[in-house]
């Protein structure tokens, strides 16, 4: 039986926690080496009713259940490839297709699903994982699922869940997995010493160029190119696997991710006379877990393989990974790296040959907005309106102050008496309708409310310069008063006041409801400075009274209008629409 490290006790905490207050999906992210199998373990030995582990392999399947019988508990396996179909036992550990294909065995109420790898569950409906989820939630609309990975994150979807743990939005978009309620960075897991440190090493001089290919959604990458972009670097493969021979002869065991089968078989010619084997996807299994079994038992030394052995393969003695394949996936490039992080006996650290050009931050995956530049780097900014400290990339000054910073939009939440989520969505930079008043993100191009098509301020002025009677001010003052139109009805008279002291004039009635609403939409909102704060004054003293609160534009257009100029439009923040 074994015994829960501290954060993984944390983890086990968080998930109960968690569920005794919530039904909606949640997950878990670990580093890979960070023993989930053991808080798997843990909680399906605490649940109360029946537990499904589902995994995607056998290996996963065999591993989990292990785990849990170490607890000197018995669970049932349902498993094709491990040629085990049963379900009699409180607890199942089961591979996701055994039980797609077998879903009328499983028809009683199970009160906990555990996924995982649950990055590997699709959004898609008539996928094996969500079927299986489906069945599952028919027979117990209230059963508590939950997701642990290494990687809560998707090529071409990003996150995989909405809501972080502390307080933060990931991403607007509804996903399966609600919340992430633990997050172990890999970071603690070094610092700790419960992970070996990898170092990465690359080896570009002498690597491959796939830079011209174009990967899949799921980041893959046409066999046939590889093929050929490995074919036109034929001296440089026996280099690579000459100058890994000669690294690798202090290390322990060495995996190789070869691009092809083709390519993983030149490899194995150069290769030799050195203790090796290879494992592709059309390896009969029996031979695959002869090799595999031989590997973990350092009987060989080298292992090559092309697309399979990235999760669910555990041999902690590998120190030594070369990586002669690309990929657009970060999520598959950390699971490589995740091969040689485990501890071992002797094993200092574990060395990552990359020679096919991956260029990843294992420590800070960017999912979000690109870095803009070289001299950026992550500044901490407080949102005015809720609080959250939203991390963006910015730049400071010698003295550790921020300069700037290129955040967009807040990504805090808060939580409703329903259990339900609350997006802040204060924007930092915003682009104003000009037809509705609402704010949009700075790269929209058409209003989230009202659909009209948004214009960017720069471009405005460029028309506006190509124009005869247009008339471009560069506005520095804003001056308000209040007063009454000739029927008697409220008004606001605005002073716009020009760089060389001219002033133009705009007036907006507010005797009704219509007025009072178009003033605050399209004057108040844009002109507003505090934007955080509400702002709903339409009596023209008290409007004048907070003055303050109000900005005057950068630019002003106004049109020839008879013997006057009217005010045309008017453009705030020029600058931000540039970087």
Known sequence: MYTLRPYQQDAVRATVHYFRQHTTPALLTLSTGAGKSLIIAELARIAKGRVLVLAHVKELVEQNHDKYESYGLKASIFSAGLGRKE????????????????????????????????HRVPEDENSSYRRVI??????????????????????GVGWIYQYHTRGQVRTEQPRFFRDCIFDLPIRFLLDEKYLTKPKIMDMAVIGYDFSSLCSSETG??????????????????????????????????????????????????????????????????????????????????????????????????????????????????????????????????????????????????????PKPDSDSEMVTIPCPACGFKNNFWGKVDPAGFVIEHYGRQCQGFSSDEQDGRII????????????????????ARVCHECDHVL?????????????????????????????????????????????????????????????????????????????????????????????????????????KNGRF????????????YQN
């Not at 036992?89 to 649950?118: G, K, P, R, Y």
């Not at 489906?134 to 090529?155: C, E, F, M, S």
């Not at 100029?565 to 931000?576: A, C, M, P, S, V």
Request: with cysteine; charged share 25%; proline share 5%.
């Open 565 to 576: 100029w009217t005010i045309r439009d008017k453009l705030f923040d020029l600058n931000q």
């Open 424 to 443: 802040c969505g204060y924007r930092f930079r915003a682009k104003f309708c000009e037809l509705c008043g609402s704010d949009n993100d700075i790269a």
């Open 220 to 369: 893959h990458y046409p066999e046939a190119a590889l093929d050929h972009v490995v074919k036109q670097s034929q001296r440089v493969t026996p280099k690579i696997i000459e100058q890994v021979i000669e690294t690798a002869k202090d290390r322990l065991g060495v995996m190789i991710f070869a691009s092809t089968v083709n390519h993983a078989q030149e490899i194995m010619g150069y290769l030799g006379q050195e203790n090796a084997a290879l494992v592709i996807g059309d390896t009969p299994l029996e031979e695959r877990d002869r090799i595999i079994n031989a590997f973990k038992q350092r009987q060989i030394k080298y292992l090559v393989n092309v697309s399979v052995l990235t999760t669910g393969f555990d041999a902690p003695h590998v120190d030594l990974i070369a990586i002669l394949r690309p990929t657009a996936s970060l999520s598959l490039y950390q699971q490589i790296v995740g091969r040689g992080l485990r501890l071992f006996a002797g094993k200092q650290d574990c060395l990552v040959m990359e020679f096919a050009g991956n260029c990843y931050d294992i420590y800070q995956p960017e999912l979000g907005d």
């Open 87 to 118: 379900n009699q036992n409180q607890v199942v550990f089961a591979s996701v297709q055994s039980i797609a294909n077998s879903l009328v065995q499983f028809s009683d109420a199970f009160s906990l699903l555990v996924i995982d790898e649950c």
């Open 134 to 155: 489906d069945h599952l939630q028919k027979n117990n609309p209230n059963i508590k699922v939950l997701g642990l990975t290494a990687t809560p994150y998707r090529l």
């Open 455 to 559: 214009v960017d301020p720069d471009k405005k002025l460029r028309e506006a310069l190509k124009l005869k009677d247009a008339l471009i001010i560069k506005c520095v003052e804003l001056r308000l008063e209040p007063g009454k139109n000739k029927y008697g009805k409220p008004q606001l008279k605005v002073i716009y006041i020009s760089d060389d002291g001219a002033e133009f004039n705009e007036f907006w009635q507010l005797a009704t409801k219509n007025h009072k609403t178009d003033f605050l939409s399209k004057f108040i909102k844009p002109h507003l400075i505090d934007r955080h704060r509400p702002f709903t004054e339409t009596a023209p003293t008290k409007v004048v009274n907070n003055q303050h609160r109000l900005r005057p534009p950068e630019i002003i257009i106004a049109r």
